[in-house]
């Protein structure tokens, strides 16, 4: 298991922005590829932003330009600043750990092992 916490979410009008956090425990975190998850209400969970050890990202289309995605491996904590959100963003973010075999691709990082948070509530209103 690899802990994960995130934290940073809440509640904004659109074209507001947010910084999501997450803090990993594993003392290993520069090994992992890390990325960001969303889920909306009735919809399926959709890669949003990733990046590899070497700090090289993706990003899902809908997000570019207004996200980025960084890294603190001394802290091992990820973030996602989000910018120009819009009602669209609104949905439970989640982080994910991967390792093994991990790639790059769409706005996630996968792996053979893949590690998740218990997700932070975005709210964007119009």
């Given at each position: 298991?690899?802990?994960?916490?995130?934290?940073?979410?809440?509640?904004?009008?659109?074209?507001?922005?947010?910084?999501?956090?997450?803090?990993?425990?594993?003392?290993?975190?520069?090994?992992?590829?890390?990325?960001?998850?969303?889920?909306?209400?009735?919809?399926?969970?959709?890669?949003?932003?990733?990046?590899?050890?070497?700090?090289?990202?993706?990003?899902?289309?809908?997000?570019?330009?207004?996200?980025?995605?960084?890294?603190?491996?001394?802290?091992?904590?990820?973030?996602?600043?989000?910018?120009?959100?819009?009602?669209?963003?609104?949905?439970?973010y989640?982080?994910?750990?991967?390792?093994?075999?991990?790639?790059?691709?769409?706005?996630?990082?996968?792996?053979?092992?893949?590690y998740w948070?218990?997700?932070?509530?975005?709210?964007?209103?119009?």
């Amino acid at each position: 298991q690899v802990p994960l916490v995130e934290s940073g979410g809440g509640s904004v009008q659109a074209g507001g922005s947010l910084r999501l956090s997450c803090a990993a425990s594993a003392y290993t975190y520069s090994r992992f590829c890390m990325g960001w998850f969303r889920q909306a209400p009735g919809k399926g969970r959709e890669a949003v932003a990733g990046i590899s050890i070497y700090d090289t990202t993706t990003y899902a289309d809908s997000v570019k330009g207004r996200f980025t995605i960084s890294q603190d491996n001394a802290k091992k904590t990820l973030y996602l600043q989000m910018r120009s959100l819009k009602p669209e963003d609104t949905a439970m973010y989640y982080c994910a750990a991967s390792l093994g075999g991990t790639y790059l691709s769409g706005g996630g990082c996968y792996g053979n092992d893949n590690y998740w948070g218990q997700g932070t509530q975005v709210t964007v209103s119009s």
